[in-house]
């Protein structure tokens, strides 16, 4: 709190730029905002909803600071309701209330999803719409799992309308098989649990578009005004050092926001309980660690500046808690032992944690 509270050490032209991540659940958002910052910072797991608020990073380097806004992935309010775990408002507000504040959108879909990659996210759709005057670059993320690269020129052309930065993309011709038809038909259709709402998707919270905006929205795959197409595997610090060359030159004069030694808001024991969430949501099975809560038991300085955590899980069911605790233990031993090694890395420390469970009552 201290070093969020100390005044900016400002350099002489400095810059600055704030970065608004987004996309749909589990599209690697996280994944690249901890590969932009050179070090984990942000929790990452398989499973969609893992990041549950807005949380920030800063980068800063020589006269350039970037603020790296991570957010869940964007979502209905109906899809929320469906969800059999109950999860925070902050999922269906923190995206929308993020963008307002950014001066470049970097738009992530994960290509190796084959259902989602060849149109983007309505919700996605929606908030470039709703914030046309804000710069937004295109990522396609996981490129190492698509086994065709032609794909990938055939995705940028359709996720940009054949557009990027005003100018008309070249993409060769190419001979499709006779399948090709059918697939088109089938991109045509709602994707699998996609809301079908029409029109009256204008009642919906976070929308300021009109009936008639909405309907031609829904009516194209892409969107036509991204400044820039980028491809990469989020993992590859090589691949994403590109897109942090552009991320930083496209940065503006003007005051940082916070010292230079400050990487993220997030409080120490915000980092920890996300982190361990992380791994509960890795290794339980279905709702087991979406409905999981956290208190934090203890929290003190041990022998040779060894950082002493004690945590306590709460589980709805006696069987969730017996998921959690694993045979003879082995499960909560093994959750406790690598997110007190992440915490370890982050906090550059040697974290002790330990774990137990309890019925909630």
């Known amino acids: 709190m201290s070093l969020l509270l100390r005044h900016p050490d400002q350099p002489e032209n400095s810059k600055i730029l704030k970065v608004a991540i987004i996309g749909a659940p589990n599209a690697g958002k996280s994944t690249l905002s901890n590969q932009l910052m050179g070090r984990k910072v942000f929790a990452v797991s398989k499973k969609v909803h893992t990041t549950r608020s807005r949380s920030l990073g800063v980068v800063t380097e020589d006269d350039t600071q970037i603020i790296l806004l991570d957010t869940p992935g964007l979502t209905t309010a109906s899809k929320v309701k469906r969800c059999l775990h109950q999860l925070e408002k902050s999922l269906l507000v923190d995206p929308w209330t993020t963008v307002k504040e950014a001066d470049l959108m970097v738009v992530v879909v994960d290509a190796a999803d084959r259902w989602r990659s060849s149109r983007l996210d309505f919700?996605?759709?929606?908030?470039?719409?709703?914030?046309?005057?804000?710069?937004?670059?295109?990522?396609?993320?996981?490129?190492?799992?698509?086994?065709?690269?032609?794909?990938?020129?055939?995705?940028?052309?359709?996720?940009?309308?054949?557009?990027?930065?005003?100018?008309?993309?070249?993409?060769?011709?190419?001979?499709?098989?006779?399948?090709?038809?059918?697939?088109?038909?089938?991109?045509?259709?709602?994707?699998?649990?996609?809301?079908?709402?029409?029109?009256?998707?204008?009642?919906?919270?976070?929308?300021?578009?009109?009936?008639?905006?909405?309907?031609?929205?829904?009516?194209?795959?892409?969107?036509?005004?991204?400044?820039?197409?980028?491809?990469?595997?989020?993992?590859?610090?090589?691949?994403?050092?590109?897109?942090?060359?552009?991320?930083?030159?496209?940065?503006?004069?003007?005051?940082?926001?916070y010292h230079s030694e400050v990487l993220t808001d997030q409080s120490p024991e915000e980092i920890c309980t996300n982190i361990i969430r992380e791994k509960l949501l890795e290794y339980l099975p279905q709702e087991v660690p979406y409905s999981m809560t956290q208190s934090v038991e203890l929290w003190q300085d041990g022998e040779k500046d060894k950082l002493e955590i004690s945590v306590k899980l709460n589980a709805k069911k006696e069987a969730h808690m017996r998921m959690v605790i694993g045979t003879a233990g082995q499960m909560i031993a093994r959750i406790a032992q690598e997110a007190g090694e992440d915490l370890s890395r982050i906090y550059l420390r040697e974290v002790r944690l330990k774990l137990s469970v309890k019925l909630r009552k």
């Open 123 to 257: 919700e996605v759709l929606k908030c470039l719409a709703q914030h046309p005057d804000i710069p937004a670059v295109l990522v396609l993320n996981k490129v190492d799992l698509v086994k065709s690269k032609d794909r990938l020129l055939e995705m940028t052309a359709e996720l940009t309308c054949g557009l990027v930065n005003g100018r008309r993309m070249r993409v060769r011709p190419m001979i499709k098989p006779p399948s090709a038809k059918k697939k088109s038909e089938r991109d045509s259709e709602p994707l699998p649990h996609e809301d079908t709402a029409g029109p009256k998707a204008s009642a919906e919270p976070n929308s300021v578009l009109n009936n008639e905006q909405l309907k031609a929205l829904r009516s194209q795959d892409g969107w036509p005004h991204f400044k820039d197409v980028f491809m990469l595997s989020s993992v590859d610090r090589e691949d994403v050092q590109t897109l942090k060359s552009y991320i930083m030159s496209v940065a503006k004069l003007g005051s940082w926001q």
